[in-house]
């Protein structure tokens, strides 16, 4: 097996030779994310490793099925930016359902930590041996309301870490999935909460799920996570929002225009998104570079869960974690093979 590996980074490479070798598959691995302009890095290789900014349009899916490229590869569990209406009968997509769900919702918490008692500006003085509290006061978690959007693996594991600070916990799913949990509507969970946190994943129904609209329902001093996906969130309305004060903090590891920005060294140059600037710019916002993600333990199982995906694929023609695209949406294949 021959897996062209795209958007490389350095923490990647690691756990993936490790597999690769166990599986028998080679990546080539590349620094370049996979575009119309670099997919025919993709000649000769059986499938492509790709992650949540590579670019799987149609017409790049239709360029990887002319080279013969049988199988996409995905090293997460989103599938945004992958046509899957266009790629089904083409080309198979495999991706890996659950890394670490401890990771993204512990980060979460570590945001909001971070946000409401001031960590990140205290670490700054002390380095200047600047000791003062002024304006470093916080509030207490325990007793506030948290409205939790999405409840699936991170989503519970994060309802779980709130419960632990004596959080009282709302949630929103469209496909509610625990009796332990108390479901409200969307109007209830803008209304009532203290704390928003998105934990969905990225459709038509969830696209700009937090607006002007859903941010004028919201508590004055509301604060907003997103450790999901970053078009989940208007940026533009958050923005606004900040500055009249009603959104009192924004902890945000993911971002709309994130693609050709994040988890790059973008420090020597301007930057061209004013939004995303200013939103930087602001005392209460923390921005972190989509890394919820990034620990140890993900990166293994990414690794293994993908490279057993490629394994199953071509070894058995059939893989429980292939995304099938029916009923005018995709979903995780019941039978193993989708086409």
Do not use: W
Not at 2 to 20: E, L, S, V
Not at 48 to 61: A, E, Q, Y
Not at 258 to 266: K, Q, Y
Not at 316 to 328: A, S, Y
Request: charged fraction near 25%; proline fraction near 2%; include cysteine.
């Amino acid at each position: 097996m021959k897996i062209a590996f795209f958007d490389t980074k350095a923490y990647d490479r690691p756990a993936f030779d490790k597999y690769g070798q166990q599986y028998g598959i080679t990546f080539k691995y590349f620094d370049t994310k996979l575009t119309l302009d670099t997919v025919e890095l993709a000649q000769g290789y059986d499938g492509v490793c790709v992650f949540v900014n590579d670019t799987v349009c149609s017409k790049v899916i239709d360029r990887l099925e002319e080279m013969g490229v049988r199988v996409i590869a995905l090293r997460c569990a989103g599938f945004n930016n992958v046509d899957m209406k266009h790629a089904f009968g083409k080309i198979h997509v495999l991706r890996v359902p659950a890394y670490s769900p401890y990771a993204v919702a512990e980060h979460a918490m570590a945001l909001l930590l971070t946000s409401v008692r001031r960590i990140h500006k205290a670490y700054i003085r002390s380095r200047d041996f600047n000791f003062s509290l002024n304006g470093l006061t916080g509030f207490d978690l325990h007793g506030k309301t948290v409205g939790v959007i999405g409840t699936g693996r991170i989503g519970r594991v994060f309802i779980d870490i709130c419960r632990g600070f004596g959080m009282k916990v709302i949630a929103y799913d469209k496909y509610p999935s625990s009796d332990d949990i108390e479901y409200v509507s969307l109007d209830t969970i803008f209304s009532d909460s203290d704390i928003i946190s998105l934990h969905c994943p990225l459709t038509d129904d969830t696209y700009h799920v937090i607006d002007k609209e859903a941010l004028d329902k919201c508590k004055r001093g509301v604060v907003i996570i997103n450790t999901s996906r970053g078009a989940l969130v208007d940026a533009e309305a958050l923005l606004n929002a900040i500055k009249s004060r009603k959104v009192g903090a924004a902890c945000l590891d993911v971002y709309e225009e994130e693609s050709d920005l994040f988890f790059e060294d973008n420090s020597g140059h301007i930057l061209d998104d004013d939004i995303l600037a200013r939103l930087i710019s602001m005392p209460n916002v923390i921005v972190t570079s989509h890394q919820a993600f990034l620990t140890e333990e993900a990166l293994e199982n990414i690794a293994e869960t993908t490279a057993n995906n490629l394994n199953d694929f071509f070894e058995k023609g059939e893989c429980p974690n292939e995304l099938c695209f029916r009923f005018d949406k995709a979903e995780d294949c019941k039978t193993g093979k989708c086409f």
